[in-house]
């Protein structure tokens, strides 16, 4: 039987609120169906980890019932802290053994029990040496586990879990784009930098910095409220002339380019990366929008930075204008990359 397409709703999980979107086909026209955003109460989920397992299925399914009937399945993220990513080397052998050769290696190359872990890995080709390159990728089942009972409790079908770097990837990274990029992913909380490679995330690294900070360095520094800090970032930025602006955000902005070069660095350093170098950045997340932000880790990094142009990498732009403000595009990012995973999705008899 011909494969078919399985649209899916995008869930995007975080501390604070959830993100969804679900995505249609229109004559051919990838559209959007609908979307949106809900805050959670303090305390439901802490560190991506879920504490109150009946409380978050009930703001899902109040916030989704409308759509419950309709697009009962879902593609969900799981949060970049909790998971391991490793691209490791091993020898060639038949694609069918890969998972069990991989079972009997977790305790190699994951600090827990393998019998208390899931996995999932992608083969990238081949090293120089001949060697398989994999990229695993491995969750806690007991974190998995509280996903996937949120999900059902609310009423709804999981069909696949990916790591949120991933997500986020298939939605910022052109398709067709040759070389190596970084993708920095710049939240309230939190930021996360991937190295994508052919479509695929390589290494990632999460830094407990993100938009939050700079608003509070900007109040404090400043002296002023967070309305003003907010038109600061955004207005102002790190524009000539802000001379005061930079000096406060400074210590800021350099654990975010130093993490951005360590892991270039990091990318430089492996074997087999000769001739393939980070060719761009993209920036994305609800705070990816301080003003001068790209251009400063283009000078710092010596690299092409600029904000994701999501929307052409998806839509038609011709055709179609997605009922999303261009501010909110890089905020739904994850949950992007997620729709477009359940659009890809294939079932088979």
């Not at 409380?55 to 697009?71: D, F, G, M, N, W």
């Not at 081949?126 to 398989?132: A, D, F, H």
């Not at 993708?183 to 939050?212: E, P, Y």
């Not at 003003?291 to 010596?302: H, I, K, T």
Request: overall charge negative; charged content about 30%; aromatic content about 8%.
């Amino acid at each position: 039987m011909k494969p078919f397409s399985f649209p899916s709703l995008g869930i995007d999980i975080s501390d604070e609120s959830f993100k969804y979107i679900r995505l249609e086909s229109i004559k051919g026209s990838r559209q959007i169906k609908f979307f949106g955003e809900k805050k959670l109460e303090k305390g439901i989920v802490e560190e991506g980890e879920i504490k109150d397992v009946k409380a978050l299925s009930k703001t899902l399914l109040s916030t989704l019932k409308t759509y419950h009937s309709k697009s009962p399945y879902v593609v969900l993220s799981l949060p970049e802290e909790k998971g391991f990513l490793r691209l490791i080397s091993m020898q060639t052998i038949p694609l069918s053994e890969v998972r069990q050769a991989l079972e009997f290696q977790l305790e190699e190359h994951i600090p827990f029990p393998p019998d208390q872990l899931v996995f999932d890995y992608k083969v990238m080709g081949k090293n120089s040496k001949g060697e398989m390159h994999v990229v695993l990728t491995a969750y806690p089942k007991a974190l998995v586990y509280s996903y996937m009972e949120v999900i059902k409790n609310a009423g709804f079908i999981p069909i696949i879990f990916e790591l949120e770097s991933q997500a986020v990837a298939r939605a910022v990274v052109p398709r067709g784009l040759e070389g190596a990029v970084l993708v920095g992913d710049i939240g309230k909380t939190r930021t996360t930098f991937s190295i994508v490679h052919k479509g695929m995330t390589h290494f990632t690294s999460t830094i407990k910095v993100g938009g939050r900070d700079i608003d509070e360095t900007l109040k404090s520094s400043l002296h002023i409220n967070e309305e003003e800090a907010s038109e600061i970032k955004i207005g102002r930025g790190l524009d000539i002339g802000s001379e005061d602006v930079i000096k406060s955000l400074a210590s800021t902005l350099n654990i975010l380019k130093d993490e951005a070069e360590r892991q270039i660095g990091f990318w430089d350093r492996q074997e087999g990366n000769k001739g393939q170098d980070i060719s761009r950045v993209f920036l994305c997340g609800g705070d990816a929008h301080l003003r001068g932000l790209p251009e400063f880790l283009s000078r710092e990094l010596q690299v092409d930075v600029e904000r994701a142009k999501i929307w052409d990498n998806i839509f038609d732009m011709k055709n179609y204008i997605p009922p999303v403000s261009a501010h909110d595009t890089l905020l739904y990012a994850t949950a992007l990359g997620l729709a477009l995973r359940g659009d890809d999705y294939l079932f088979r008899e």
